[in-house]
């Protein structure tokens, strides 16, 4: 008893042990792997780009510390510039544009004693400086604001400054000097939520032609974010499947699958849905009542079917 209660022991010791050391190895390694100077730290990013509405916008709360006490005194500057990102084809895109600087840095009310500061911007000023209109900006451009860290003693911080290793440490050492937005359809609260039934309009089924509806006899919709849905639906419901949950993007009048989707099911267990070919489904922003939803069916060709292209019509029931 005696020659296991020291076994034990000497075990629960070196566990011990080894587990401070892999915490003080963590600490070592962040900082044999950075350059010391300073961190732009993003507290929150809060906010959005929304087509509808022009003055919309984001605000981001940044946090600075460093290597010399973390002094507001220690900040020469931080500046800021915008970039945009043309995700149409239409080949627009900019790039490092000046947008302006982060100023206003205070320690008071701040939990750690750190400077705090804010920057906020508005889609107009946005479009502004990168000499677009509103009717040039598609849903999923993407905002890019770059900032550069410069101390009193010269030294300059970009997004491009940090070690690679020491990124994806993440937590509080992350300090990627980038805040990334895409612009979007901001849609009311509640919208396109609730209980619809489902009927195929368009296409047959992969499976049993036009004879069932691939897609389930009714869904219920819930919001996930302001323009994201998730769909649970009877997949093949005729036949005993379902529930299973699919998830969905309203993007600015279009009903976007997001990406391919499979259930577990299957010969391979590869039945599923994706992106059609063709167009999307669309919606209607004043009227949620109805909308079509467009896939393609069976896009692995599972149990030897063919991949189908369908369009369903999703109509509210309540």
Not at 212 to 223: I, K, S
Not at 290 to 311: K, L, R, S, W, Y
Request: glycine content about 12%; hydrophobic content about 35%; proline content about 3%.
């Amino acid at each position: 008893m005696k020659n296991l209660f020291k076994i034990t022991l000497g075990l629960l010791l070196a566990l011990s042990m080894n587990s401070c050391e892999s915490e003080e190895k963590v600490v070592d390694f962040v900082f044999e792997n950075s350059k010391g100077g300073a961190l732009l730290r993003q507290v929150s990013v809060t906010g959005l780009l929304d087509l509808f509405d022009a003055n919309s916008g984001v605000n981001m709360v940044f946090e600075y510390q460093d290597t010399d006490g973390s002094l507001i005194t220690n900040i020469q500057s931080v500046s800021a510039t915008l970039s945009f990102v043309d995700n149409d084809g239409t080949g627009q895109s900019v790039s490092n544009l000046p947008f302006g600087s982060v100023s206003g840095w205070t320690t008071e009310g701040t939990p750690y004693g750190l400077p705090r500061a804010n920057f906020s911007y508005k889609l107009s000023e946005a479009l502004a400086v990168i000499g677009l209109s509103i009717d040039e900006v598609a849903a999923g451009d993407q905002f890019i604001v770059n900032f550069t860290v410069t101390t009193v003693k010269g030294d300059v911080f970009t997004a491009s400054s940090p070690n690679g290793n020491v990124g994806a440490v993440g937590g509080w050492y992350s300090s990627p000097y980038r805040v990334t937005s895409n612009a979007v359809c901001k849609l009311p609260d509640n919208f396109m939520v609730g209980t619809y039934n489902v009927e195929l309009i368009d296409g047959v089924s992969s499976y049993f032609g036009n004879t069932t509806n691939g897609l389930g006899e009714q869904a219920v919709l819930t919001a996930t974010t302001n323009t994201g849905r998730n769909v649970s639906i009877g997949y093949l419901e005729v036949f005993g499947f379902g529930p299973y949950d699919f998830q969905i993007d309203l993007v600015c009048g279009e009903v976007v699958i997001s990406g391919e989707q499979l259930i577990g099911l299957g010969c391979g267990s590869n039945l599923g849905i994706a992106p059609p070919e063709g167009p999307n489904g669309t919606f209607d922003f004043t009227d949620d009542t109805t909308f079509t939803f467009a896939i393609t069916d069976n896009p692995i060709e599972d149990c030897g079917a063919d991949a189908t292209q369908t369009v369903y019509r999703f109509t509210k029931v309540q």
